[in-house]
Structure formats: structure tokens, C-alpha cells
């Protein structure tokens, strides 16, 4: 169904809604703190080197799935992995890494034709896909992103540097707009799950 013709459907305080929360998902990545204020220098970065992306997919996968056991858990819907979005994840994980700039990707570089609104989580050095999960947990703007119950789809892309410092962005998609969602348990305190997670080489 066309959107247009969708929202056609609508009253006029479902139409607010619907707004409301595509804007909130489209702004969200910027109203986020940063994990750290400051990431490791450029010249540190290219002076330790850092593997090939594709050395990061299991823990990308194993994030991934920390992400949908948190929104089984509050009542969120599961997030589909997209290729696409984890691909730009990984070329932000690769800047941040060359640049030793810790920031997040303007609008242009999470932009993508099957979302309507992305949001995003960075973090880094944490050692393990473990301890970086329950970091972005316990932020409150990262776990709203994961919890949120409008998104659809998740990317992920883990970048290593050779000294093991791990370099994680998240890149969440919403295909269409919706009436918003009943709220899901926004508690901090990360569900337990026995293993420690991966490390980088």
C-alpha cells in the first residue's frame, strides 16, 4: 500500500502519531550521548593497523542477536538483519577506526531506499561483543534505540584493531510509519546470559 494512501486511512490524531514517531526515529541518533568522549587518535589507529571487516561479521551476528533477545524479553517485535544496513555499519566502523574520530554518520550515509527513518549506536573498546551489548544497555538513549518497538531491521558492523579494541556500530531501520506501539520495559539492567560474548583476534 502506497504510504500516501495509508495515511489517508488514518484520523487526524493517528496522523500526529504516525509523525511524531518518524520524526523521533529519523533525529533519534543524534540526541544520543556518546559512549566515550574521545576515541583513540587516527595516528594510533594506522600505526596498530586493524583487520578486514569481514574479520568482524560473528560478533556483528552475535550482537545482533543479544539485540532481539533484549526485545523478546520487554515485548518488542524481533529486528530482521538487512545486508544493506550492515553494510553501511561497517564502513562507519572502518572511518571511525581510520580517523579516530568517534562520532555519528551524518543523515546521507545511513540513508537507505527500503527506510523511511534509521537510528544509530556507536561504541568502542569494550573487549568483548558482551560487555559492549551491556554498555549500550545501560545508556539510555542506545537502549531505547534497541528496545525501540517501531523498528524493523537492524545492521551491524564490528571493526578490530589489532590491539583488540573493538569498534561496533549499529544501524537500525523502520520501513514504514505505524500508529504508535504500546511502550515495552525501558528497565536498564540487560538480561543474564551465561557466555561472555566474542573477542576480536
Do not use: K
Request: net charge negative.
Amino acid at each position: 500500500m502506497r504510504l500516501q494512501s495509508w495515511a489517508r486511512q488514518l484520523n487526524g490524531r493517528e496522523r500526529a502519531g504516525v509523525v511524531l514517531v518518524v520524526v523521533l526515529l529519523v533525529t533519534g541518533a543524534f540526541l544520543q550521548g556518546r559512549m566515550d568522549s574521545d576515541g583513540p587518535s587516527a595516528a594510533e589507529s594506522s600505526r596498530l593497523g586493524w583487520y578486514e571487516a569481514s574479520i568482524g561479521d560473528d560478533l556483528a551476528r552475535d550482537i545482533f542477536e543479544r539485540v532481539n533477545d533484549e526485545r523478546a524479553e520487554r515485548g518488542s517485535p524481533p529486528l530482521v538483519w538487512d545486508e544493506g544496513l550492515a553494510e553501511r555499519a561497517r564502513q562507519w566502523s572502518e572511518h571511525m577506526i581510520a580517523s579516530g574520530e568517534f562520532e555519528h554518520s551524518p543523515d546521507e550515509h545511513r540513508a537507505h531506499p527500503r527506510f523511511v527513518g534509521t537510528g544509530e549506536n556507536i561504541a568502542i573498546d569494550h573487549p568483548t561483543t558482551a560487555e559492549a551489548h551491556v554498555a549500550l544497555m545501560r545508556s539510555d538513549g542506545h537502549r531505547r534505540n534497541i528496545l525501540e518497538p517501531d523498528y524493523d531491521a537492524l545492521g551491524v558492523g564490528v571493526v578490530c584493531r589489532r590491539d583488540g579494541v573493538m569498534w561496533v556500530t549499529q544501524i537500525f531501520g523502520v520501513e514504514q510509519p505505524s500508529p504508535p506501539r504500546a511502550p515495552v520495559e525501558m528497565a536498564p539492567d540487560p538480561i543474564e546470559r551465561s557466555d561472555r560474548g566474542h573477542r576480536c583476534p
